[in-house]
Nanobody, 124 residues
Framework: QLQLVESGGGLVQPGGSLRLSCATSGFTLDEKIIGWFRRAPGKEREGVLCISRSGTSTIFLDSVKGRFTISRDFAKNTVYLRMNNLKPDDTGVYYC?????????????????WGQGTQVTVSS
């Protein structure tokens, strides 16, 4: 059974960094795309970035370019979201998800399996 579990969220000051983890099971990382999404307070869930089966990353939000990166560790079956220079607008619940699609997409409806989410709060 496919499972995804996020961790690593917390409270951080503006300008700080966090690394979120998405521990997966039930598949190998070269079999599935993995997307990171977030839901800011009062807003809809939105796609942040994605890593393809071959390891290519796609950033969906211009606001995170140059600050967020995605990587993966096959030995740990884990995908990471590194977030630098965090801003208050980055506050939200962050989710990882996977899909039966072979192509990365920012569309929430494309993803079939989701983690429970981890809270990120950027505040002084």
């Amino acid at each position: 059974q496919l499972q995804l579990v996020e961790s690593g969220g917390g409270l951080v000051q503006p300008g700080g960094s966090l690394r979120l983890s998405c521990a997966t099971s039930g598949f190998t990382l070269d079999e599935k795309i993995i997307g990171w999404f977030r839901r800011a307070p009062g807003k809809e869930r939105e796609g942040v970035l994605c890593i393809s089966r071959s390891g290519t990353s796609t950033i969906f939000l211009d606001s995170v370019k140059g600050r967020f990166t995605i990587s993966r560790d096959f030995a740990k079956n884990t995908v990471y979201l590194r977030m630098n220079n965090l801003k208050p607008d980055d506050t939200g619940v962050y989710y990882c998800a996977t899909s039966t699609s072979v192509f990365c997409s920012a569309s929430v409806s494309l993803y079939n399996y989701w983690g429970q989410g981890t809270q990120v709060t950027v505040s002084s």
